[in-house]
């Protein structure tokens, strides 16, 4: 991972971690640490998940920012705020992933259908595992912030969300390749997210 890759990821948990912020409307130190490490946990899992089945698949992947997302995330979750809502439209950056390969200098592969449908699949079911895995240790070690169920249940939303049948979301790329896996990943998810 090259610094200018760090820095877009390390801006983009900064910001999504100020929006979340204002999303649970108390600004203080305890709560901004709550939100860093649940955008470490839901974000940063699910964009890393991608680039690293992409690197397996043997593609160049790396994250990149997107500034007018960043300032979007920033603007509707000041507008939620003020507002006394809970709306956050987050889009501050994806992975891009280049048909070059990462192992060969200036190899060019088509990606397969079903290639492009796993690496969309991975971040949403990083997802998934980390809302059963966080809801599991908040089953085994409540706390009265809900810290651990927060983590759970945001990732299960995210999960949802990203799993919709959208371009450019995940889900629109995993149904191209299996619309049965897609059926029961976005029924998983979003059981997950209703029922915690």
């Known amino acids: 991972m090259d610094k200018k890759e760090l820095q877009d990821i390390a801006i983009s948990v900064i910001v999504l971690s100020v929006a979340f912020l204002n999303i649970i409307g108390d600004f203080t130190l305890e709560n901004f640490v709550i939100s860093l490490l649940i955008v470490i946990f839901v974000f940063v899992v699910h964009e890393l998940a991608h680039r690293g089945v992409a690197k ?8 990149v920012a997107w500034p007018f ?6 603007l ?19 992975v891009q992933i280049s048909p070059y390969s990462d192992k060969f200098a200036f190899q060019l592969r088509p990606m397969t259908k079903k290639e492009y449908g796993i690496i969309a699949l ?5 997802n998934i595992a980390v809302g059963v895995i966080f809801f599991l240790l908040f089953l085994i070690f409540p706390s009265p912030i809900y810290f651990l169920y927060n983590i759970s ?3 299960f939303w995210l999960a949802f969300f990203n799993l919709l049948p959208i371009p450019p979301l ?10 049965k896996i897609w059926f029961i990943i976005i029924a998983f ?3 997950g997210w209703m029922v915690i």
């Open 153 to 155: 249940k945001i990732s």
């Open 122 to 126: 991975s971040g949403p079911a990083s």
């Open 170 to 179: 995940d889900g629109s790329k995993i149904l191209i390749w299996n619309i």
């Open 69 to 74: 997302g960043l300032l979007l995330t920033l």
């Open 76 to 94: 509707t979750s000041f507008g939620s705020f003020l507002l006394g809502g809970s709306f956050l439209f987050a889009a501050p950056g994806a």
């Open 56 to 63: 397996y698949y043997g593609f160049s992947a790396k994250y």
């Open 189 to 191: 998810a979003f059981i």
